[in-house]
């Protein structure tokens, strides 16, 4: 997939991942990769630093935790952040709906009139 397809589209990915369990930078570069069926391969290098913006700006808590015998920083959802999710969701289908209808035109759509 093209990687300039997801900007814009990280924070929302990343909150999606961590909305049931808290997980390690890793674990949530695999569950991307897992939930995409492989489509979505994103760099730690993108990862990490969207990680500690979101938890900068509350979406995320974060703690140490030992995890197969290794301590890893676990990042976990807050209700900022699952207020964010749902804002986040609802903008994606809005936008989906919206190029679907240019890409698609007629394709089980109403049309409005305005």
Do not use: C
């Not at 990687?3 to 570069?29: C, F, K, N, Q, T």
């Not at 991307?32 to 990680?51: C, I, K, N």
Request: net charge positive; no cysteine.
């Amino acid at each position: 997939m093209n990687p300039d397809a997801l900007r814009g589209h990280m924070d929302a990915l990343l909150l999606s991942v961590l909305e049931h369990e808290p997980l390690h930078g890793y674990a949530i570069i695999e569950a991307l990769q897992e939930r995409s069926g492989g489509a979505l391969a994103v760099p730690t290098g993108t990862v990490y630093p969207a990680l500690r913006r979101l938890e900068r700006v509350g979406y995320l808590a974060s703690e140490w935790a030992t995890v197969g015998g290794r301590k890893r920083r676990t990042y976990r959802l807050t209700s900022s952040g699952a207020k964010q999710l749902a804002g986040e969701r609802s903008a994606w289908r809005e936008f989906a709906e919206v190029i679907a209808s240019v890409l698609e035109p007629g394709v089980g759509r109403a049309k409005t009139t305005g």
